[in-house]
């Protein structure tokens, strides 16, 4: 049973337009969700991540929505750039775990010149 | 400069043929973090030590096991390695507080024939 999904494998933005990711969770639990980029023979790259007391979080062109009554987290990336085409990775941790993260399965954004 | 560095990339084995997979660290963090990535699907959490307290996660094969000798280096050993074991490795750290981002390594791919 999946705890972080990922319901999107796919993205395909135009350069210079905004990508949405989207994140569902379903772990009441979780207090600490993540936003990891992976290219291709690399591992994941941390990207952004947001405690549950805060509903945004925003760092340069890259920016994440917590919606705790919905149970999802979204990543805003604007303007989009080709170097962004990578696979997005949301990830939770819950309270009472030792910083232990539970991934989604990814979102593989591509960045069209 | 890497902080997480693991090695080999690349690894062949042969069914059934004990394999060790390494990762070393350059910062001295407390936890480090062994995962398993299969194509397509979320990075799934094998084990991991605070310090040189290991824990195992509760559905992480016997077949998979761990060792920590210092600070810097944790090795994975698979003891007999089957089709199914073929994925990415991820090795990952983290300092050890509550709230943590973990930074990973770039992987070694496995491979059995």
Same mark, same amino acid.
């Not at chain 1, 969700?33 to 890259?62: C, H, M, Q, V």
């Not at chain 2, 992480?60 to 089709?83: K, V």
């Not at chain 2, 090795?91 to 491979?111: D, K, N, V």
């Given at each position: 049973?999946?705890?972080?999904?990922?319901n999107?494998?796919?993205?395909?933005?135009?350069?210079?337009?905004?990508?949405?990711?989207?994140?569902?969770y379903?772990?009441?639990?979780f207090?600490?969700f993540?936003?990891?980029?992976?290219?291709p023979?690399?591992?994941?790259?941390?990207?952004?991540?947001?405690?549950?007391?805060?509903?945004?979080?925003?760092?340069?062109?890259?920016?994440v929505?917590?919606n705790?009554?919905?149970?999802?987290?979204s990543?805003?990336?604007?303007?989009?750039?080709?170097?962004?085409?990578?696979?997005?990775?949301?990830?939770?941790?819950?309270?009472?775990?030792?910083?232990?993260?539970?991934?989604g399965?990814?979102?593989?954004?591509?960045?069209?010149? | 400069?890497?902080?997480?560095?693991?090695?080999?990339?690349?690894?062949?084995?042969?069914?059934?043929?004990?394999?060790?997979?390494?990762?070393?660290?350059?910062l001295?963090?407390n936890?480090?973090?062994?995962?398993?990535?299969?194509? =397509?699907?979320? %990075?799934?959490?094998? #084990?991991?030590?605070y +310090?040189?307290?290991?824990n195992?996660?509760? $559905?992480?094969?016997d077949?998979?096991? =761990?060792?920590? %000798?210092?600070t810097? #280096?944790?090795?994975? +050993?698979?003891?007999?390695?089957?089709?199914? $074991?073929?994925?990415?490795y991820?090795?990952?750290?983290a300092?050890?507080?509550?709230?943590?981002?973990?930074?990973?390594?770039?992987?070694?791919?496995?491979?059995?024939?």
């Amino acid at each position: 049973d999946q705890q972080v999904k990922q319901n999107s494998p796919s993205l395909s933005v135009q350069e210079g337009r905004i990508s949405i990711l989207n994140c569902d969770y379903t772990n009441s639990m979780f207090d600490y969700f993540l936003w990891y980029k992976k290219y291709p023979a690399e591992g994941p790259t941390f990207l952004i991540s947001i405690s549950s007391i805060k509903d945004k979080n925003e760092d340069g062109r890259f920016t994440v929505f917590l919606n705790k009554s919905a149970k999802h987290l979204s990543l805003h990336i604007v303007p989009s750039q080709p170097g962004d085409s990578a696979v997005y990775f949301c990830a939770a941790s819950a309270r009472g775990s030792q910083g232990n993260l539970i991934f989604g399965k990814g979102t593989k954004l591509s960045v069209k010149p | 400069d890497a902080m997480v560095i693991q090695n080999p990339r690349y690894q062949v084995t042969q069914f059934g043929k004990p394999v060790t997979l390494s990762c070393s660290q350059t910062l001295n963090h407390n936890v480090m973090y062994w995962y398993q990535q299969k194509s =397509s699907q979320a %990075p799934k959490l094998l #084990f991991h030590y605070y +310090d040189k307290d290991f824990n195992n996660e509760a $559905d992480t094969p016997d077949n998979f096991q =761990s060792r920590r %000798p210092n600070t810097s #280096f944790c090795f994975l +050993d698979i003891r007999s390695p089957g089709l199914g $074991d073929a994925a990415m490795y991820l090795c990952a750290i983290a300092s050890g507080g509550r709230i943590e981002t973990q930074y990973f390594g770039p992987g070694t791919r496995l491979l059995v024939l």
